[in-house]
């Protein structure tokens, strides 16, 4: 399960530094909510010129796990350091700071569905206000 989320991550992190997911296999790894999600985010800095450079580190765990239903679901607890993965304009390649508010690390929530024998991100809820 951990090993899905942190594909999902390694792919939406190449979706964010190119600014579009085509050349990523984050279809792999996301349902079409957590799909949905990268892609509006994607969408957002193409129209404003933007994408990441660099890349967040993670201290995640499992903290519900869930197999006896008929689509087994687990959530997953995460230390999201986003210090590393800063937003660049794609044109200059200037870095653009960080607002003043934003922590560099915060907890993110994630639930987590197994489809056949693959487990796939549903959902990623960052918690800014929850540092970590």
């Not at 959530?75 to 934003?102: E, M």
């Amino acid at each position: 399960m951990l090993a899905t989320y942190s594909a999902f991550w390694d792919e939406q992190v190449k979706a964010y530094n190119q600014a579009d997911i085509k050349g990523t296999d984050l279809k792999k790894y996301a349902t079409k909510k957590a799909l949905g999600q990268a892609m509006v985010d994607v969408l957002v800095m193409q129209q404003a010129g933007t994408a990441t450079k660099g890349a967040p580190t993670h201290r995640a765990e499992v903290t519900s796990l869930t197999l006896t239903e008929s689509v087994p679901k687990a959530t997953v607890r995460d230390c999201l350091d986003i210090s590393h993965w800063n937003t660049i304009k794609k044109k200059s390649g200037q870095v653009k700071p960080f607002p003043s508010a934003q922590p560099l690390r915060y907890m993110t929530t994630a639930k987590a569905e197994r489809w056949g024998k693959q487990w796939l991100i549903a959902e990623v809820t960052p918690d800014g206000k929850q540092t970590c």
